[in-house]
Every structure is written in C-alpha cells, then in structure tokens.
C-alpha cells in the first residue's frame, strides 16, 4: 500500500499480477512466510516465536531519541515468560538519551484454542495491573469499526503527545526520571470483522477464528461463499482500480519516503550502522615471563578492553548482562559507565551499587529481556555485547535460535545491510562451580549452537586471557554472526603472549610447540583441548607422562575456534581433511579433552580419517558440591584420567604403564580424600605449574 514492497520485489508490481504473485506467494512452498519474515521490508522482528516484542522494541528505542516504538502484544503472547518479565522495559529507558516504547495490548480475547487470562480479568484489576507495572493505560474499546478507527486514532495522538511532553520536560530539564509512560489496551474481537458464525460455531469474537477460520474452502462451496462474501465485504471494488492498482486518495494517505513502514532504515539497520571504534587489545596484554607459571582473571582484562570500547562508542555500544558484569569480572566497565537505573535510589546505593540514569551496562535478571534488548539494539544498526552464566544460558536456547533463522535468511537477501554481530560471553563455567554446584553446571548451549547454520554460528574457547582479547576483538569487528565465547572468570594459568595468542587464535587450531616432544618425528599420541580448564588439566597429562616416559612422543594440539574441527565442506572455519590430518595424524590415538559434552566433538569430527581413534573427555554431568580437581576427576577430564587415557591407547604403553596407571589411580584417590577432608584441593593441584 505504501509502495516499499514493490520497489524492494518489482515483480510484486502495484497492480493485478503483482497482487496475484504476491497472493499466491503467500505462506505458499517456494514462497514467502506467513509471518513478519526478514523478506519483509520494515520488520526487525518476526514474531512467530512469542514473547520478544516488547524487549525487542525497547532495544531498538535505545540511543534513538526520536523514535517511537509501537509494539503490538498479543493477549497470548503475554501470558509468555519472556513477555510477562519485559514490561518492565520502561525502567530502562532514559527519556533523555532514548526513543519511548508504545505497548499496544490486543486484547482480543483469545489464543489458538482458549480464552486469554487477562481478557477474563475485570477491567479494574488489569487498569491495576499495568499501573502497578508504572504505565499509564489507555483503553480502546469496542467493535464497531468506524468509531472504533476514530477511538484509536485519538487514542494514538494522545498518547504520541504525552511521550513528546514526557520526552521535552525531561530533555529541558536534565532531569531523567522514570515517567508513567503511557500503555494502550486494545480491546477488540478476535477475527473481528469474519463472518460471525459458520456451520453453527462462533466464528467472529472467538478462538475459531484464529489464522486459518475457513479450512476446507477447496472443498466446501459454501465455506467457499462464506469466504468470497467476506472479501467482498471490505469492497475492493472502491480500494482499487481496474489495473488492480490501489486508488490515488488512499495511496496518498502513506507518508513517503523513509517514513513509509516498509522503508524505516532502523529495520534494516545495517543501513545505519557505523563501525565501532576500537582500542587496539594488544595493549590489555596479560604480560608474564614463562607460559604456564602465572594465573590471571581471563575476563578481567577484557573488561577493561571493554571499558574502553565503551569510552569510545559511548551513542552505540551497550553491555548487557543479567546482574552478573561484576561477578563476570567485567566491572573495569563501572569506570566509564554504569548501570542503568532510573529507580528510586537510597542512600547506600552509593556504595557499590555503580548505579546512574546515564548508565550504558543494562542489568536486569531476566536473560530473556537482556537478549531481547541486545537484539533490538543490534538489528537495528548499534552493537552490543552479553554476558552470562553458562548454565542459564540454556534459559535463552530458544531466542538465540530464533536470531540465527532470521540472520540465516538476511544473508539471502541482498538488500539487507549487514548489522554486527551478537556477541555472546558464556561465563562462570561448569569446572568452576565451586559452591554453586550442580544447578550451576550445563555446558549444552553449545551443542545448541552447532544445530544452526554454518554462516551464522561460531564458538571460540580462548584458553587464556590473551586468547580472550584477541577472540573479542575479532567479534567485536565481525558482522552477522552470533559469535559465542565460553570462558571462566576466575584465576587461570596463563599460556601464550599476545603476539602467540593473535597467532594462535588466527589459526583456530595449533600445535603448542613447548608442550610438544614430538618435533621432526611422528607422535605416539596427540592430546586436544578445548577450553581453558581441559587446556590446563591436558597439559598436566602431558607433564606427568613426559615424567614418566621420557621417550613417548606426545603432540599438544589447543582448539580455540570450535568449527575448524569441522569438515571446510560443512562449515567456512572448517579445517580441510588435509590439514586435519596433518594435525591429528591418520592413525595415532587422539585424547581430546573438551570443555563441553564429549559428543559435539564426535559430532563435528565424525567424517574425519582417525575418528575412530578420537577418544574425547568432557562433562558427562557428575556434578555436585566438588573442588574443581573432584569435579573434574569425577567427569574424567582431569590429568590423571587423560594420563591413563593415553597409556591405554598407545600400543608400547599397554605392557609397560602398568605402575604408572596404579600411581595415577592412587593419586585421584588422594586427590579425592583431601578434598572432601580439607574441603580445598591439594596444593601441589592448586599450584600446579608447567614443568618443563
Ligand atoms: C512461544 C510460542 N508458543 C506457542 C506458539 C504457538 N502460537 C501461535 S499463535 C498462538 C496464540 C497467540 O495468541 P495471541 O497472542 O492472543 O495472538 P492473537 O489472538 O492476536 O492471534 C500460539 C499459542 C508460538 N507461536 N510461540
Ligand atoms: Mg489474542
């Protein structure tokens, strides 16, 4: 209607044709989907999945000050978690330095099979649920169309001024404190204008009317008439022209240019997209004189690389995170920002709390509404970043999902600008629950990851804080892809110098030559990792069977970038079968400790040459209450396990390791008792270093 359409799809021309091609193209194979797809100009944002809506839309009002978001809710769709959590977005917008979110509940009534929780609630306890929530509601009632248009129409123009009165008072002023923005419920029928009832069931006003009211129209001819009656019933014959081309008067009433719907830039967001400006992440290096004898916070020099990205992109960068940036050892940020909040604030705030109404880290505990925020944000043109528990990272399996379908389908359309990608830090790992225990350990979201498009995923395990640095400013560069990066926060050893970890990160996959014997010849044994505690448990492995056996050959192979494991046929990271085998050889057993569940490596490495000697080590959710060098003992992924792993596969150990396997045995039962008894690890575990 407004145009936008058929310039983006000319064969979807503003006459009879075009209307048929796009009619019959609609939710049709081969065609277009029945929702707000990404083939669909104007849409940032779906929808078949419920819930996002609200988180989505104040996302995309950040840092957009003029911009009114309307966001259409369901009265289904809020009875989601995701969407019942997100109307508390007004606390996070700043009426200043932000856009305003317009939420417009449609109350229709019903679901797909039921009625609707809060249309059988009495007006006065949802007028008392959306005030409690700080809105202002405005209701829109009825069913008669012609005063129905008027009642929204007003209602819209009201509720435009109070945001622009809101937004003045608070610009004049400086003042930003949190105002009663306002809400509309719009209560109408469901299916409202269908055919009231049909074959004796309520149609109009009722759940039968949902998506697809006349099923069997091909073979009932009065469903048929039903449904011609219905079309003819909005007299199309007065909308358009004989061509088929929608009539002057109403074509008019569109504005034009980038105010039409279908061409609003911030909907393709790369079009408004600027870069960032980085700091250079050399200069956060983690500098220390001999690889392995030094721990550090992996995450907490990035957070100061962060802190500076920040500094620099203070209009498009936000950092979002469910309560956790500080725990997540990323609080250098509090130096330049804060934390949003426009709450009441009492005096011990002052004291930690890091809490400002400028504030550009958003916390809010609710995963869902973080990631709903990030996306808005990013799909429409800034970028962003999210930190999280590894665990509860599964709470947003679904979202991020969602995001990679439509990044997948945006790489098709040549019209869509690229936007930056969605950075993803899973955090407080599995190995290091020390007193959270088992509710804290779920290394899965990964194998959640590799379900998704090759184009659009990749999974990085930096195993040091240099590591760390280089993975986050690649991601931070990176455009179109949902970047996840898996790293602890607390101390670990630190292995490679910024020079070695840009290498060695470049390459995705390496072998570390102090950890190797195997130089010039053909090794015994390679030992993988992936992550920064199977990193430090296989180099122990390797330290104790270098002790032990001088003469046996071990190659260290560290896996950073996940996909490179991957065939270069499946995935564009993947390692070619050459160079794969190069690596890991055709024929010598492979212990491959991996951070994650053992399977996902299978899963990547099944069409490789020596995957039948790829044995891989990894959770296999035996948690609990553990010292880290327990838990991993308990999971097999500790030194000893990787030690006795290797005697069992190379053919010269089988008769010779026998007194070692008894030592290694012995020591994970020593290992074991000290900590249950002294509640800590042993400290030789604890302080153990790279020996050699
Ligand atoms: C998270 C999620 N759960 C279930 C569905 C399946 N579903 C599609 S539409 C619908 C009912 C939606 O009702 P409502 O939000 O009131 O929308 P409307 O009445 O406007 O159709 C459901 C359950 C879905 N799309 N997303
Ligand atoms: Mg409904």
Redesign the pocket.
């Known amino acids: 209607m407004e145009g936008s359409y058929s310039e983006i799809y000319p064969e979807k021309s503003q006459d009879l044709q075009g209307l048929q091609r796009f009619f019959k193209e609609f939710s049709f194979p081969g065609g277009i989907g029945s929702h707000c797809t990404p083939e669909t100009p104007g849409s940032i944002h779906e929808g078949?999945?419920?819930?996002y809506v609200l988180s989505h839309a104040c996302g995309a009002a950040f840092d957009n000050p003029d911009l009114i978001v309307a966001a259409v809710?369901?009265?289904?769709?809020?009875e989601?978690g995701p969407l019942a959590t997100s109307w508390h977005i007004n606390k996070f917008l700043n009426p200043i330095r932000d856009g305003a979110v317009l939420p417009i509940l449609?109350l229709?009534g019903?679901?797909?099979n039921n009625p609707?929780l809060l249309a059988r609630v009495s007006h006065q306890e949802l007028e008392d649920l959306f005030k409690g929530y700080g809105y202002t509601p405005y209701f829109v009632e009825g069913s008669d169309p012609e005063s129905m248009h008027q009642a929204m129409a007003a209602t819209l123009d009201e509720c435009m001024q109070r945001i622009r009165s809101i937004q003045r008072e608070a610009r004049e002023s400086g003042v930003a404190s949190r105002p009663r923005w306002p809400m509309i419920v719009l209560r109408t029928p469901?299916g409202w204008t269908s055919p009231v009832e049909v074959d004796g069931h309520r149609l109009e006003g009722f759940w039968r009317s949902?998506?697809v009211p006349l099923a069997s129209v091909r073979k009932n001819t009065a469903h048929l008439k039903f449904l011609e009656d219905w079309m003819r019933s909005y007299k199309p014959e007065e909308l358009f022209d004989a061509n088929g081309t929608l009539v002057a008067e109403l074509r008019e009433m569109a504005p034009s240019g980038n105010r039409r719907m279908g061409a609003n830039p911030h909907a393709n967001g790369g079009l408004l997209k600027k870069s960032l400006r980085l700091p250079d992440f050399r200069e956060y290096e983690v500098k220390f004189d001999q690889p392995g004898q030094t721990e550090a916070d992996n995450t907490r020099p990035m957070g100061a690389f962060l802190r500076d990205v920040m500094k620099s992109n203070m209009q498009s960068f936000r950092v979002f995170g469910p309560d956790e940036t500080t725990s997540n050892r990323l609080d250098a940020l509090y130096e330049v920002t804060k934390k949003f909040w426009i709450e009441e604030s009492f005096p011990e705030d002052a004291d930690g709390g890091e809490l400002a109404s400028d504030g550009r880290v958003m916390e809010m505990l609710s995963e869902h509404t973080m990631e709903g925020m990030l996306e808005g944000y990013l799909l429409t043109g800034r970028h962003g970043f999210l930190s999280t528990y590894e665990a509860f990272a599964h709470v947003i399996d679904?979202m991020f999902n969602q995001h990679a379908k439509w990044l997948s389908i945006c790489n098709l359309l040549p019209w869509r600008q690229n936007v930056a990608s969605l950075n993803l830090l899973i955090t407080s790992t599995v190995w290091r629950q020390d007193h959270n225990g088992f509710t804290h350990q779920d290394p899965g979201f990964l194998d959640v990851v590799v379900n998704k498009r090759a184009e659009v995923t990749r999974i990085y395990l930096p195993p040091d804080a240099n590591c760390l640095l280089s993975v986050a400013d690649h991601c931070l560069r990176s455009e179109n892809y949902i970047n996840v990066i898996v790293s602890d926060k607390q101390p670990h050893l630190q292995y490679l110098t910024m020079e070695q970890a840009i290498t060695h990160c470049s390459r995705g996959v390496s072998i570390w030559g102090p950890a190797s014997n195997d130089q010039g010849q053909e090794p015994d044994v390679v030992m993988a990792c992936a992550g920064d505690i199977p990193t430090q448990e296989a180099l122990a492995a390797t330290a104790l069977l270098r002790n032990e056996f001088p003469d046996l050959k071990i190659r260290f192979v560290n896996v950073v970038d996940l996909f490179k494991l991957q065939s270069d046929r499946e995935h564009p990271h993947g390692l070619s079968d050459r160079d794969f085998d190069g690596l890991f050889t055709t024929d010598k057993p492979i212990v491959f400790n991996f951070h994650g569940y053992p399977w996902l490596i299978h899963r990547l490495a099944y069409t490789r040459t020596n995957h039948r000697n790829l044995h891989v080590r990894g959770y296999k959710e035996r948690g609990n209450i553990n010292t880290p060098m327990e838990l991993a003992i308990n999971n097999e992924i500790d030194r000893f396990t990787l030690a006795i792993d290797v005697i069992d596969r190379v053919p010269k150990l089988k008769a010779t390791g026998a007194h070692a396997k008894e030592k290694f045995r012995n020591e994970q039962i020593a290992c074991r008792r000290y900590a249950h008894e002294v509640g800590i690890d042993r400290p030789d575990i604890v302080d153990w270093r790279w020996p050699f």
């Open positions: 078949g999945e419920l819930g809710v369901g009265d289904g769709e809020s989601t449609n229709n019903y679901k797909i609707t469901k949902h998506q679904s």
